[in-house]
């Protein structure tokens, strides 16, 4: 097996294994290979890994966030040196094409780890005086760690969603227990490799391989302070009902079903850009993604023509060549729904454009490969314009106006993200003020720099990553009234 790693699990800064857990295999989804064979987590398992976490954490917390953030930068620097490698790892247990791995994946993880890295020596609280009235009292904050941390990650972006979770956490003096999805459990030991090597004490960041159970284990276990999951709307409904019953912090960073409206006087050509990387770009794996595209009645046929023509061009084949535009779905479970949802997309009426079935990729035949797809005339009652997919499906919908298109792209429980193309700056800005969305662009799509806040709204989540708001959700403030007078007191 090509990707097999020491262990299933790295605990305490060492690789360790419990043959007790139930095995599952990862594959690579272009050929069915199996790549590795691990265990998921027993109860000793996790257990062993709070523990680690709870005594690392202690240690990490008395640094200064200079100490922290010089582990982290040079974590960030560990992870690109080894970019290609870890690129290729990603390649082989999601089936997305290296020519995005290389770019996309470590390389974001980096820019995260850097990012709190920098950012880590100025984590703190502030001070205010009281004034006279008060005796020249005064209070001040200190901005404190939480404790173990756990994260739970998707499967679509395994090393991005454990530096996105990892970085802020340790960052703000806390220690993490990760669990990456079981579809794609390979990336996630090596970014604690790195953190090592980076000079991470032993324990202060674990992963813990399994399936929902070992993510609920830690959603409600007494020893860990705060959850955050990537993942489905049910999934987020679930570790949040675990926390409730120790009160845990939570971070949800769910689903979507994101609008992206292109009025008339958009630029077309951008504007297909944009629909094409916000519903092709990781073989449409994206919570982000813009799946419902409005175009404005306009210039509906000049938007389907410039689409199917680029569609077209697409180039599907092995991940591992890096000439590949777009790979495999990640599994045989996820190649199974996508070509359900557009069966059901024909069956309901939507008119199809391009695609719409199983791709065979010669020398292939055993890759879960799907035609990238885009239905016209799609209606705001069609499952394929309700629910999310998850695949390389671009839901075309017409409109006339502004107010109702303003509507339409708000009546959906999702507000993950949402995108507006025109010429008209203050169209833009007003649509923007409109949609209720928690990431949004305007003549762009998908971008996310660490810099910008990133969630969503309504179902699609709760708390944002990247950026300073992160720290918010991974430490806590501490009050500290400091009187300078006597104790005025009625008794
Ligand atoms: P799932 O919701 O199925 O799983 C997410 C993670 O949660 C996995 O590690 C999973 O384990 C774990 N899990 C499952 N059940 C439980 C439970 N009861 N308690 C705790 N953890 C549990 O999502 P997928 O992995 O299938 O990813 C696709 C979904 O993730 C899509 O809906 C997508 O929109 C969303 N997503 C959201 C993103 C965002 O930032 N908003 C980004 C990427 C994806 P396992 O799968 O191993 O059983």
Redesign the pocket.
């Known amino acids: 097996m090509r990707a097999q790693p020491k262990a299933s699990h790295f605990i305490g800064g060492e690789y360790v294994d419990d043959t007790a857990g139930a095995a599952f295999e990862s594959i690579y989804s272009a050929t069915g290979e199996v790549i590795a064979k691990l265990h998921s987590a027993t109860p000793a398992i996790i257990e062993r890994a709070v523990e680690a976490a709870r005594a690392a954490q202690i240690q990490w917390a008395q640094l200064s966030g200079a100490e922290r953030g010089r582990v982290l930068r040079r974590a960030a620097d560990i992870m690109r040196q080894k970019n290609r490698e870890l690129s290729e790892l990603e390649t082989l247990d999601t089936g997305k094409p290296l020519q995005e791995t290389l770019v996309a994946d470590a390389a974001s993880g980096a820019d995260c780890l850097e990012y709190f890295g920098c950012m880590a020596a100025d984590i703190g609280g502030s001070q205010m005086d009281l004034g006279a009235s008060a005796n020249g009292s005064f209070f001040y904050t200190r901005r404190e760690p939480l404790g173990v941390c756990a994260g739970?990650?998707?499967?679509?972006?395994p090393v991005q969603?454990a530096s996105w979770k990892a970085a802020p956490a340790l960052a703000c003096g806390n220690a993490m227990i990760f669990?990456?999805?079981?579809?794609t459990p390979l990336t996630a030991l090596k970014l604690a490799e790195i953190l090592m090597e980076a000079g991470a004490p032993a324990g202060l960041f674990n992963v813990v391989q399994?399936?929902?159970d070992v993510?609920?284990a830690?959603?409600s276990h007494a020893g860990i302070a705060k959850v955050s999951?990537?993942?489905?709307?049910?999934?987020g409904v679930?570790?949040m009902s675990?926390a409730a019953e120790t009160l845990k912090k939570v971070t949800l960073?769910?689903?979507?079903k994101s609008p992206l409206i292109v009025f008339s006087d958009a630029d077309i050509t951008n504007a297909v850009s944009a629909a094409m990387l916000g519903n092709f770009y990781s073989t449409g794996q994206?919570?982000?993604n813009g799946t419902r595209v409005f175009v404005h009645r306009d210039v509906l046929d000049a938007f389907l023509v410039e689409v199917s023509r680029r569609a077209a061009k697409i180039t599907l084949g092995d991940p591992l060549d890096e000439a590949t535009q777009m790979g495999p779905l990640v599994s045989g479970t996820q190649y199974d729904k996508v070509l359900a949802y557009m069966e059901q997309g024909k069956a309901e009426g939507a008119r199809l454009v391009t695609g719409g079935e199983a791709a065979h990729v010669r020398a292939l035949p055993h890759g879960y490969f799907v035609q990238p797809t885009v239905f016209a005339d799609v209606t705001d009652e069609m499952t394929i314009a309700r629910e999310?997919i998850?695949g390389p499906v671009m839901c075309v919908l017409t409109f006339d106006d502004e107010a109702e298109v303003l509507e339409r792209a708000n009546a959906t429980q999702f507000g993950?993200a949402a995108g507006v193309f025109t010429r008209d700056i203050a169209r833009a800005h007003r649509v923007i003020a409109g949609l209720k969305a928690g990431t949004c662009w305007i003549n762009t799509y998908n971008l996310t720099p660490v810099e910008m806040p990133?969630g969503?709204s309504k179902r699609?989540?709760i708390g944002r990553e990247n950026s300073r708001a992160a720290l918010e959700h991974y430490s806590e403030l501490k009050s500290v009234y400091v009187e300078m007078g006597d104790v005025d007191s009625p008794y």
């Open positions: 739970i990650g998707a499967w679509n972006y969603i669990k990456p999805s079981e579809t399994g399936m929902g993510g609920a830690l959603s999951v990537t993942g489905s709307v049910p999934t679930k570790v675990g960073e769910l689903g979507g994206i919570c982000s999310e998850f993950l990133f969503g699609s989540g």
